[in-house]
DNA sequence: GATTAATTTAAACGAGTGTTTAAATTGAGG
DNA sequence: CCTCAATTTAAACACTCGTTTAAATTAATC
């Protein structure tokens, strides 16, 4: 058949936007078999399982993400100077926005997914990114934790997890809350915007010291 | 049958409990019922649906929740002086606080279950809650406002929703947190040190200076 | 072009879901 | 004590889910 893609291709591409779009559990086989207009037992055919699609979905993104990103970690840290909190969070914004190259809105899609792991899986997923993404995260723990020297171990481990929750949530909500910012004060927010927005937000909280009260 | 509480607060009970821990949607009506142990038809006498269940699950904390925020909110507005960030987020304590006195773990359970419903619903949770307690909302953001004057209205419509995430996505994954913390750094924290220490964070990131670049 | 492997297809399976029904049980009020 | 309403119960309903099966079709190899 001329014209159409990969059978493989077709489903994922169709169950990374759904996914994205209502969360891993709450998109059926059957949802993402008909929008990509492939039957329903292909999915079990190429890829064994629903719990084994939704990690490949995610290792699509992770493995572009992840390298470009430990690159231009790498790239601060050979830099002169000691790179600013600020410098490191907005390191990831090319690898990020690079994403939306690789498929059509691919940037939010990926912290989508991101997210939705998180809330959703009761472990496998964690355990999927923590064991095959682990060195790439240390890396990038590493890097914040020197810009930072005045922020305990335990403290940036909690920072750093709030962090996450920031910029998780608010792009899995981040179409209503667009639609609601563009009727209140008719703001019209890319993602690329809204990740400007979240940086500074997220590398103050990062940075503040630690009081005891 | 003495002894034996009331059918609805057995729902009621068992039903936020799941609901916090594995969400809306992952928890069956018949999984509420046998940990009530109360019968499966019981849910549709009393509620009508489970959507109407959900709804009255949070409204049992809201109902607490909010005029106790607002009392609080009110009180510094009649200080003296004006009240900082940080003392506007840190009157959130108490009231959070205190539903813990409501109900073992109510703390806790409140926020994951707001948590849930901002990232699990297409909008009904969001609609009741801002239909029904939209007045209190308004004068937490008000609040905050005038504490931070720098800070134009949209961008902190976006701010405060960093917040929510910040809080609501560490709340719940609280638990898997917890456990990391404890083995990494021999951290053991209770609800009330993780909202301690992500106060500072959130305060921080709030009234962070707007940058145009 | 025949043979073998890879893929696609339609159909069914068994388990789980929220909801409804109608009968059985319980609790008050007269 | 009897009556009537409120509640509880067991059973069934209609539906959706992920997965499996076996036959049909397509692609590749010799």
Redesign the pocket.
């Known amino acids: ?1 001329a014209g159409r893609t ?3 291709t077709r489903i994922l591409d169709a169950a990374e936007k759904l996914f994205a779009e209502r969360g891993f ?1 709450e ?5 993402i078999t008909s929008k990509a207009e ?9 890829f ?4 084994e ?1 939704i990690r490949a979905v995610l290792a699509r993104y992770l493995d572009v993400f992840m390298p470009s990103a430990a690159g231009e970690i790498k790239r601060l840290h050979n830099a002169p100077e000691q790179a600013s909190l600020n410098e490191i969070f907005s390191s990831l914004i090319k690898p990020l926005l690079e994403l939306n190259k690789v498929r059509q809105g691919g940037t939010i899609i990926f912290l989508q997914l991101l997210g939705r792991g998180y809330i959703e899986s009761q472990g496998h997923l964690r355990w999927f990114i923590t064991t095959h993404y682990g060195e790439y995260l240390s890396t990038f723990v590493q890097a914040v934790s020197a810009s930072a020297p005045h922020i305990p171990a335990a403290e940036m481990f909690w920072r750093l997890h709030f962090t996450l929750g920031t910029i998780v949530f608010t792009m899995a909500s981040a179409d209503a809350l667009n639609e609601i910012a563009a009727a209140d004060y008719d703001e019209h927010n890319d993602t690329e915007a809204i990740i400007r927005k979240v940086i500074p937000y997220m590398a103050a909280g990062v940075a503040v010291p630690v009081t005891t009260n």
């Open positions: 058949m990969d059978t493989k559990s998109t059926s086989l059957r949802l492939v039957n329903l037992a292909s999915v079990n055919y190429h064994g399982s629903k719990k699609l």
